[in-house]
Nanobody, 128 residues
């Protein structure tokens, strides 16, 4: 059974930094066909794909976070990370980790329908 558990969320001020973690069990993040992503959902808004990581190393980002957020993984820890810097109030949202256990398209790495495993999320709040 695949489980994804996010952690690292919290409350920070504008300009601050946080690093989110997503630890996987029952799923090998380094498998050659796997891909993972980070999504977020603010109250009253649709879920937004913000960063993806394809098995070939492709890492697309949403325009809203490009240059400020970095997605990376630690294969030994079977954990996916999202380093977030220069945080803004508009980054306030619940952040979710997602994974797919079969071939995935680089084109759809930021599309939630591409993924079949999801974590429960971790809250990030940025105050001005």
């Amino acid at each position: 059974q695949v489980q994804l558990v996010e952690s690292g969320g919290g409350s920070v001020q504008t300009g601050g930094s946080l690093t989110l973690s997503c630890t996987a069990s029952g799923y090998t993040i380094n498998h050659r066909t796997n891909c993972m992503g980070w999504f977020r959902q603010a109250p009253g808004k649709e879920r937004e794909g913000i960063a993806g990581l394809h098995a070939d190393g492709t890492t697309p980002y949403a325009h809203s976070v490009e240059g400020r957020f970095t997605i990376y993984k630690d294969n030994a820890k079977n954990t996916l990370y999202l380093q977030m810097t220069s945080l803004k109030p508009e980054d306030t949202a619940m952040y979710y980790c997602a994974a797919k256990g079969s071939y995935c398209s680089r084109i759809f790495l930021l599309t939630d329908s591409e993924y079949n495993y999801w974590g429960r999320g971790t809250q990030v709040t940025v105050s001005s």
